[in-house]
């Protein structure tokens, strides 16, 4: 595609429920990164995968985050038994190598509202 | 640890008015600095960036220079315009690390 595309872009959910959000980078980048934007948080990093592997997942704030990469090419952040602190705007990122110097493409960004 | 310092906002300034942001970072070895921009309603695009000691990143009118002396990238402005509107983070990637780092946001208002 033209550019990163996250799926859903807005989505609501109760307390306790689990929940999936994905995210397509651009055909033929092999770094791809997630990260949570929170008012006045700024960017929190989540997880970054080069292919299919993740060597950095330093970020996930909890056991009950995690997320999968398939194929070198779709991602899917998984959040269980979600909790009202999960609300937040989930962004994927991709970047060609995800040597040093490059710059990230961002997605939209899909709007998580835990009521 | 590494992390980026970045400047409170909001910050509210008047069309044509110079502006800087400042931004400093703790990193061990030689980091590349970034400045992405999140205008309203759309997503986070790269605005500069710099790779090494005393170079300039320059777009749009904006510059940053990357000090290694003073561990800073300060984004200026010459003449701010009301489309500047947006969110400014600064950042930095050690080439060890995949990921960046980000600081919090500047968000910046201009009026006309």
């Known amino acids: 595609g033209a550019g990163v595309s996250q799926s859903p872009s807005n989505k609501v959910t109760e307390k306790g429920k689990d929940v999936e959000l994905r995210c397509d980078p651009i055909s033929g980048h092999t770094a791809l990164y997630w990260y949570r934007q929170s008012l006045g948080q700024g960017l929190e990093f989540l997880i970054y995968?080069?292919?299919?592997?993740?060597?950095?997942k330093s970020g996930l704030p909890s056991d009950r985050f995690s997320a999968e990469r398939t194929g070198g090419s779709v991602s899917t952040l998984t959040i269980q038994r979600t909790q009202q602190e999960d609300s937040a705007v989930y962004l994927c990122?991709?970047?060609?190598?995800?040597?040093?110097?490059?710059?990230?493409?961002f997605g939209s960004g899909t709007q998580l509202s835990v009521l | 640890g590494n992390s980026v310092t970045q400047m409170e906002g909001p910050v509210t300034l008047s069309e044509e008015a110079f502006l800087t942001i400042n931004c400093t970072y703790t990193a061990t070895g030689y980091p590349s600095l970034f400045w992405y921009v999140q205008y309203p309603g759309e997503g986070l695009q790269l605005l500069l960036k710099?790779?090494?000691?005393?170079d300039k990143g320059s777009n749009k009118g904006f510059e940053a220079t990357y000090r290694k002396e003073t561990t800073s990238f300060h984004l200026e402005k010459g003449s701010v315009q009301v489309s500047d509107s947006a969110v400014y983070f600064c950042?930095?990637?050690?080439?060890?690390?995949?990921?960046?780092?980000f600081g919090k946001g500047t968000k910046l208002s201009v009026k006309p």
């Open positions: 950042a930095l990637r050690r080439r060890s690390q995949g990921n960046l780092i």
């Open positions: 710099a790779t090494k000691a005393d």
């Open positions: 995968f080069q292919g299919n592997s993740a060597p950095d």
């Open positions: 990122a991709s970047s060609p190598q995800g040597v040093m110097e490059e710059k990230l493409f």
